[in-house]
């Protein structure tokens, strides 16, 4: 009888085991979290969108600089589309290597740049840089 018991307390420990781990929240992959949002303020300002590309920026870039100041420092429909080839992080701080496409007197240039991203409360906030 000792042993049943015995048997039944190990069952309960693996099963006990198993649904812990299932609710164990999994790392995110800064990577590809980073990515996403590249991707996304780039949409936006391949579309024109400036305001929105704005929301991206660190708070603490937007204490130094105002939707207007961006503005005017960005060339809304300048760009046609931008490809993220690489990103680079350590901890919460990752550098983004991408390949911008855009026309300048009819032609299609393609030119790599890169960005600095940090993550700060939680979220990926682009660091912005004056040109």
Known sequence: MGWLLARI????VVVAGFSGCATQKVPEDADAAVAAR???RWQALVAGDV???????????KTVYSLDVYRSSM????????DVEKVECTGDVCEVFTQMTYVYNGMTIKT???ESWIKEDGVWWYLHKSQ
């Not at 305001?51 to 870039?61: D, I, N, Q, T, V």
């Not at 060339?75 to 931008?82: C, M, Q, T």
């Open 75 to 82: 060339r809304p429909g300048f760009w046609k589309a931008v």
């Open 112 to 114: 790599p740049a890169k």
């Open 9 to 12: 307390l190990g069952v309960l």
């Open 38 to 40: 590249v991707k996304e």
């Open 51 to 61: 305001p929105k590309a704005y929301e991206f920026l660190s708070p603490g870039s």
